[in-house]
């Protein structure tokens, strides 16, 4: 069964009475176990596609069903408890809380889950360990790098052993260095059974060419992450997983 389902989303955004249409009709589905890439250009939806898959945002046509609930028939509160159950989320901006430490942003969604202090605090060296900023432990947000703070995103995201991880460019503000470490770091969770969907515009760090671009003056880029994610992961991926990997169309920037 599929972790992740999209059917025929569309989002409109609505400021001021102008409409902004961001997404028109994606349907995509991750499996257990894959690590999907979805590539597109900036302002193409990506990170409305990511904010509606994790319930974070709801869609003005169509749904998502998590973990094999459909957050269309859940109230904001049930859908929150669904993504805390499920999810771990990586935003854009890291969203690190500023006067916490790292030890304390990371620990922070394993409490409010309810998790007993020590095991998130089990967890927690854990992770900072793998991602290699245990020594950042008692820092604050502003004392670290751009990369460092990713990291520590990432920990916070995975506290929850989440069913699935959801990542808003990973790497989009490194230097192409720490950019590829966090993305090894990633594929090594990854290995050990993390699902991942992650999105970026950085087709570099995918490994490929340039993003293809419409030409058919409808606007409309049809995407193809299973080729970028087989080209981003080809080593890792077993051939067999490649029949279910989703195929997102997402609206070119106009
Ligand atoms: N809250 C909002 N209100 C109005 N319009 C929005 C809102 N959020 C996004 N948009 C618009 O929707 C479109 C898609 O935005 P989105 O942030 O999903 O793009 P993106 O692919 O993540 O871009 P980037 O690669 O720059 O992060 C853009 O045209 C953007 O201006
Ligand atoms: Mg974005």
């Known amino acids: 069964m599929p972790i992740l389902e999209a059917h025929d989303l569309h989002k409109i955004y609505r400021t001021d009475g102008v409409a902004v249409p961001a997404l028109r009709g994606v349907d995509s589905t991750l499996e257990p176990g894959e690590f999907v890439a979805v590539m597109g250009p900036s302002g193409c939806g990506k990170s409305t596609l990511l904010?509606?898959?994790?319930?974070?945002?709801?869609?003005?046509?169509?749904?998502?069903?998590?973990?094999?609930?459909?957050?269309?028939?859940?109230?904001?509160?049930?859908?929150?408890?669904?993504?805390?159950?499920?999810?771990?989320?990586?935003?854009?901006?890291y969203n690190l809380i500023p006067n916490l430490t790292v030890v304390d942003n990371v620990d922070l969604p394993g409490l409010l889950a309810g998790q007993p202090a020590a095991e998130v605090a089990e967890r927690r060296n854990e992770l900072l360990e793998a991602?290699?900023?245990?020594?950042?432990?008692?820092?604050?947000?502003?004392?670290?790098?751009?990369?460092?703070?990713?990291?520590?995103?990432?920990?916070?995201?995975?506290?929850?052993?989440?069913?699935?991880?959801?990542?808003?460019?990973?790497?989009?503000?490194?230097?192409?260095?720490?950019?590829?470490?966090?993305?090894?770091?990633?594929?090594?969770?990854?290995?050990?059974?993390?699902?991942?969907?992650?999105?970026?515009h950085d087709s570099k760090m995918v490994g490929l060419g340039p993003i293809p671009v419409p030409v058919d003056?409808?606007?409309?880029?049809?995407?193809?992450?299973?080729?970028?994610?087989?080209?981003?992961?080809?080593?890792?991926?077993?051939a067999r997983r490649a029949a279910h990997l989703p195929v997102v169309e997402v609206l070119q920037e106009e």
């Open 51 to 93: 904010h509606l898959l994790a319930g974070l945002d709801t869609p003005t046509q169509g749904g998502v069903v998590l973990d094999g609930q459909r957050l269309n028939d859940l109230n904001e509160s049930r859908r929150a408890l669904l993504r805390r159950a499920t999810v771990g989320f990586v935003f854009q901006a």
């Open 131 to 200: 991602l290699g900023i245990a020594e950042k432990a008692d820092e604050f947000p502003h004392q670290l790098s751009g990369g460092q703070q990713q990291r520590v995103a990432i920990a916070r995201a995975l506290i929850n052993a989440p069913t699935v991880l959801l990542a808003d460019e990973p790497t989009g503000n490194l230097d192409s260095r720490s950019g590829n470490e966090v993305l090894a770091l990633l594929r090594g969770f990854n290995e050990e059974g993390q699902t991942i969907l992650l999105v970026t």
């Open 217 to 238: 003056g409808l606007g409309l880029a049809l995407l193809l992450p299973g080729l970028m994610l087989m080209a981003a992961l080809g080593a890792y991926l077993p």
